[in-house]
Protein backbone atom coordinates (compact mmCIF):
# COMPACT_ATOMS: atom_id res chain seq x y z
CA UNK A 1 0.00 0.00 0.00
CA UNK A 2 1.09 3.14 -0.73
CA UNK A 3 -0.03 7.26 -0.16
CA UNK A 4 0.18 9.77 -2.42
CA UNK A 5 -0.81 13.77 -2.38
CA UNK A 6 -3.12 15.01 -4.43
CA UNK A 7 -4.33 18.21 -4.66
CA UNK A 8 -7.45 19.58 -7.42
CA UNK A 9 -6.35 22.80 -8.36
CA UNK A 10 -8.23 26.44 -8.78
CA UNK A 11 -9.00 26.74 -11.86
CA UNK A 12 -10.86 23.09 -11.68
CA UNK A 13 -12.70 23.61 -8.47
CA UNK A 14 -13.57 26.88 -10.07
CA UNK A 15 -15.49 25.49 -13.23
CA UNK A 16 -17.28 23.16 -10.46
CA UNK A 17 -14.72 19.84 -11.75
CA UNK A 18 -14.06 18.35 -7.97
CA UNK A 19 -16.95 15.92 -8.20
CA UNK A 20 -16.33 14.86 -11.66
CA UNK A 21 -12.37 14.39 -10.76
CA UNK A 22 -12.77 12.59 -7.73
CA UNK A 23 -15.52 10.52 -9.35
CA UNK A 24 -12.31 9.33 -12.20
CA UNK A 25 -10.16 8.66 -8.90
CA UNK A 26 -12.26 6.40 -7.15
CA UNK A 27 -13.27 4.89 -10.31
CA UNK A 28 -9.66 3.82 -10.51
CA UNK A 29 -9.52 2.11 -7.61
CA UNK A 30 -7.54 4.92 -5.54
CA UNK A 31 -8.94 4.93 -2.12
CA UNK A 32 -9.75 8.70 -0.42
CA UNK A 33 -8.25 8.48 3.42
CA UNK A 34 -7.86 12.48 3.67
CA UNK A 35 -9.13 15.45 2.22
CA UNK A 36 -10.47 19.24 3.05
CA UNK A 37 -10.68 22.22 0.79
CA UNK A 38 -8.31 24.97 1.81
CA UNK A 39 -7.31 28.26 0.25
CA UNK A 40 -3.85 28.52 0.24
CA UNK A 41 -1.71 31.43 1.46
CA UNK A 42 1.26 32.92 -0.36
CA UNK A 43 3.64 31.59 1.99
CA UNK A 44 1.89 27.99 1.90
CA UNK A 45 2.19 28.15 -2.14
CA UNK A 46 5.80 28.90 -1.91
CA UNK A 47 6.96 26.44 0.57
CA UNK A 48 4.87 24.01 -0.86
CA UNK A 49 6.63 25.23 -4.75
CA UNK A 50 9.93 25.54 -2.92
CA UNK A 51 11.37 22.96 -5.58
CA UNK A 52 10.69 25.15 -8.67
CA UNK A 53 11.70 28.66 -7.11
CA UNK A 54 14.48 29.51 -9.82
CA UNK A 55 11.94 28.44 -12.65
CA UNK A 56 10.57 31.25 -14.98
CA UNK A 57 7.22 30.26 -14.09
CA UNK A 58 7.80 30.14 -10.36
CA UNK A 59 5.90 33.53 -9.58
CA UNK A 60 2.70 32.95 -12.06
CA UNK A 61 2.17 29.20 -10.24
CA UNK A 62 2.05 30.68 -7.02
CA UNK A 63 -0.22 33.56 -8.52
CA UNK A 64 -2.81 30.75 -9.57
CA UNK A 65 -2.21 28.02 -6.98
CA UNK A 66 -3.38 31.08 -4.44
CA UNK A 67 -6.02 32.45 -6.80
CA UNK A 68 -9.02 30.06 -4.94
CA UNK A 69 -9.39 27.59 -3.07
CA UNK A 70 -7.92 24.21 -3.90
CA UNK A 71 -8.83 20.42 -2.78
CA UNK A 72 -6.12 18.42 -1.43
CA UNK A 73 -6.46 14.92 -0.32
CA UNK A 74 -4.58 11.48 0.16
CA UNK A 75 -4.86 8.96 -2.03
CA UNK A 76 -4.32 5.33 -1.22
CA UNK A 77 -3.63 2.30 -3.25
CA UNK A 78 -1.16 -0.45 -4.44
CA UNK A 79 1.41 1.72 -6.14
CA UNK A 80 -0.45 4.62 -5.88
CA UNK A 81 2.17 7.39 -6.97
CA UNK A 82 2.53 5.81 -10.23
CA UNK A 83 -0.95 4.97 -10.50
CA UNK A 84 -2.19 8.87 -10.05
CA UNK A 85 0.55 10.34 -12.01
CA UNK A 86 -1.11 7.87 -14.72
CA UNK A 87 -4.21 8.89 -14.61
CA UNK A 88 -3.02 12.69 -14.47
CA UNK A 89 -1.09 12.44 -17.40
CA UNK A 90 1.25 14.77 -19.09
CA UNK A 91 2.04 18.06 -17.33
CA UNK A 92 1.25 20.28 -20.36
CA UNK A 93 -2.46 18.81 -21.56
CA UNK A 94 -1.67 19.63 -25.41
CA UNK A 95 0.71 15.91 -24.14
CA UNK A 96 -1.69 14.25 -22.11
CA UNK A 97 -3.28 10.69 -23.22
CA UNK A 98 -6.42 9.94 -23.81
CA UNK A 99 -8.85 9.61 -20.63
CA UNK A 100 -6.52 11.21 -18.22
CA UNK A 101 -7.74 14.31 -16.30
CA UNK A 102 -5.49 16.76 -18.07
CA UNK A 103 -6.57 15.68 -21.42
CA UNK A 104 -10.33 15.71 -19.65
CA UNK A 105 -9.87 19.11 -17.95
CA UNK A 106 -6.99 20.72 -18.00
CA UNK A 107 -6.67 24.65 -19.54
CA UNK A 108 -2.82 24.61 -20.16
CA UNK A 109 0.83 23.97 -18.81
CA UNK A 110 -0.13 25.98 -15.75
CA UNK A 111 -3.73 25.73 -15.23
CA UNK A 112 -3.77 21.50 -15.73
CA UNK A 113 -6.14 21.51 -13.09
CA UNK A 114 -4.19 17.94 -10.57
CA UNK A 115 -1.54 17.93 -8.67
CA UNK A 116 0.07 13.93 -7.55
CA UNK A 117 3.52 13.80 -5.88
CA UNK A 118 6.05 12.68 -8.25
CA UNK A 119 8.12 9.63 -5.33
CA UNK A 120 7.92 8.01 -2.48
CA UNK A 121 10.01 10.98 -0.57
CA UNK A 122 7.85 13.76 -1.74
CA UNK A 123 4.63 11.87 -1.30
CA UNK A 124 5.85 11.87 2.44
CA UNK A 125 6.43 15.28 2.74
CA UNK A 126 3.51 16.72 0.44
CA UNK A 127 0.70 14.64 2.68
CA UNK A 128 2.57 16.02 5.58
CA UNK A 129 2.29 19.64 4.31
CA UNK A 130 -1.42 19.08 4.39
CA UNK A 131 -2.55 16.86 6.96
CA UNK A 132 -1.57 15.06 10.13
CA UNK A 133 -1.50 11.85 11.38
CA UNK A 134 -5.07 12.59 13.01
CA UNK A 135 -6.58 13.49 9.62
CA UNK A 136 -5.96 10.36 7.82
CA UNK A 137 -8.44 7.89 8.69
CA UNK A 138 -7.10 3.86 7.90
P1 LIG B 1 3.79 18.06 -12.63
O1 LIG B 1 2.70 18.85 -11.90
O2 LIG B 1 3.25 17.34 -13.84
O3 LIG B 1 4.58 17.16 -11.70
P2 LIG B 1 6.07 19.93 -12.62
O4 LIG B 1 7.11 19.99 -13.68
O5 LIG B 1 6.45 19.39 -11.26
O6 LIG B 1 4.80 19.14 -13.23
O7 LIG B 1 5.52 21.42 -12.44
C1 LIG B 1 4.70 21.78 -11.36
C2 LIG B 1 3.58 22.66 -11.88
O8 LIG B 1 4.14 23.88 -12.36
C3 LIG B 1 2.80 22.10 -13.07
O9 LIG B 1 1.80 21.17 -12.70
C4 LIG B 1 2.23 23.36 -13.68
O10 LIG B 1 1.08 23.82 -12.96
C5 LIG B 1 3.37 24.34 -13.48
N1 LIG B 1 4.27 24.37 -14.66
C6 LIG B 1 5.17 23.43 -15.04
N2 LIG B 1 5.83 23.78 -16.15
C7 LIG B 1 5.34 25.00 -16.48
C8 LIG B 1 5.62 25.92 -17.56
O11 LIG B 1 6.47 25.68 -18.43
N3 LIG B 1 4.89 27.08 -17.56
C9 LIG B 1 3.95 27.38 -16.60
N4 LIG B 1 3.67 26.55 -15.59
C10 LIG B 1 4.34 25.37 -15.53
Excluded at 14 to 27: F, H, P, V
Excluded at 64 to 74: C, E, L, N
Aim: proline content about 4%; overall charge negative.
Amino acid sequence: MERTLSIIKPDAVERNLSGAILKMIQDSGLKVVAMKMIQLSTAEAEGFYAVHKERPFFRSLVDFMTSGPVVVSILEGDDAIAKYRKLMGATNPANAEEGTIRKCYALDIEKNSVHGSDAPETAAVETGYFFSALEMVG
